[in-house]
């Protein structure tokens, strides 16, 4: 039997582990679950996750929530058929790879998807992306609505600073190497493609990535694999759902 993912393909956690599984040419079937959608969301997903987070994984008699475990699994499982350089192939590749899939984690994941999320609120044509901030404008908003506007712009502006500290980092190791780990595409730059990838696409935050020449370059090289398109193509509208 194919493994499944339950989850929406729009969701940063399920798009990363759905890339680690075209990478890996492992046959899943995704069960697309809106977990907004409270009440009405699949009996089965609930048995697996009953708090409604953004993602389950099963696979054999293993069920698994989080994505970073996920891909772990995946990795180490098939690490016979498909990319077999994604979790490295000795003990020293596997620690750097590590070490980077920990910074994407503790130090990466949570500024860029506050990015993301506050990009969700603020309004699409707002210039946020010059190094001075936005200006909301001021007629014809509701006082809450204004409130809510100038946290979101706030959250985005301190997100964007904790960020772009930490890709100064990424830009002096991208000079030295390819890709994060070494040499070649792994995990360690896989687990970054959801987020990043949003932020280069929106005008509002793309100027982070762009103004970083090695950053811009290993982005435009992750987010072009196979895998990734493939991913894209299931966050468009579901017309059937199919084992891949």
């Given at each position: 039997?194919?493994?499944?993912?339950?989850?929406?393909?729009?969701?940063?956690?399920?798009?990363?582990?759905?890339?680690?599984?075209?990478?890996?040419?492992?046959?899943f079937?995704?069960?697309?679950?809106?977990?907004?959608?409270?009440?009405?969301?699949?009996?089965q997903?609930l048995?697996?996750?009953?708090?409604?987070?953004?993602?389950?994984?099963?696979d054999?008699?293993?069920?698994?929530?989080?994505?970073?475990?996920?891909?772990?699994?995946?990795?180490?499982?098939?690490?016979?058929?498909?990319?077999?350089d994604?979790?490295?192939?000795?003990?020293?590749?596997?620690?750097?790879?590590?070490?980077?899939?920990?910074?994407?984690?503790?130090?990466?994941?949570?500024?860029?998807?506050?990015?993301?999320?506050?990009?969700?609120?603020?309004?699409?044509?707002?210039?946020?992306?010059?190094?001075?901030?936005?200006?909301?404008?001021?007629?014809?908003?509701?006082?809450?609505?204004?409130?809510?506007?100038?946290?979101?712009?706030?959250?985005?502006?301190?997100?964007?600073?904790?960020?772009?500290?930490?890709?100064?980092?990424?830009?002096?190791?991208?000079?030295e190497?390819?890709?994060?780990?070494?040499?070649?595409?792994?995990?360690?730059?896989?687990?970054?493609?959801?987020?990043?990838?949003?932020?280069?696409?929106?005008?509002?935050?793309?100027?982070?990535?762009?103004?970083?020449?090695?950053?811009?370059?290993?982005?435009?090289?992750?987010?072009g694999?196979?895998?990734?398109?493939?991913?894209?193509?299931?966050?468009?509208?579901?017309?059937?759902?199919?084992?891949?």
């Open positions: 039997m194919p493994a499944k993912v339950f989850g929406s393909p729009a969701s940063s956690e399920v798009a990363r582990v759905m890339t680690c599984l075209f990478e890996k040419d492992v046959e079937q995704l069960i697309r679950v809106d977990s907004f959608r409270g009440p009405k969301r699949m009996p997903y048995k697996l996750q009953p708090h409604g987070e953004a993602l389950s994984f099963e054999g008699g293993v069920t698994l929530v989080e994505s970073r475990k996920i891909l772990r699994h995946i990795a180490d499982k098939y690490k016979n058929q498909g990319n077999k994604l979790f490295g192939p000795g003990a020293l590749e596997r620690a750097s790879i590590e070490q980077w899939l920990q910074t994407e984690a503790q130090s990466f994941d949570i500024p860029s998807a506050e990015m993301v999320y506050s990009l969700s609120y603020l309004p699409p044509d707002m210039p946020l992306d010059t190094g001075r901030g936005g200006l909301l404008p001021v007629g014809g908003m509701h006082p809450s609505h204004r409130q809510k506007m100038e946290e979101m712009l706030q959250r985005f502006e301190k997100s964007r600073k904790d960020l772009g500290k930490l890709l100064d980092i990424y830009e002096q190791r991208l000079g190497e390819e890709f994060l780990a070494g040499s070649k595409f792994t995990l360690a730059d896989l687990s970054h493609l959801p987020n990043a990838d949003r932020l280069a696409a929106d005008p509002r935050s793309a100027r982070l990535i762009e103004s970083r020449k090695n950053v811009s370059r290993w982005l435009y090289t992750i987010s694999r196979d895998s990734w398109r493939r991913v894209k193509e299931l966050q468009r509208p579901p017309s059937a759902e199919a084992p891949f």
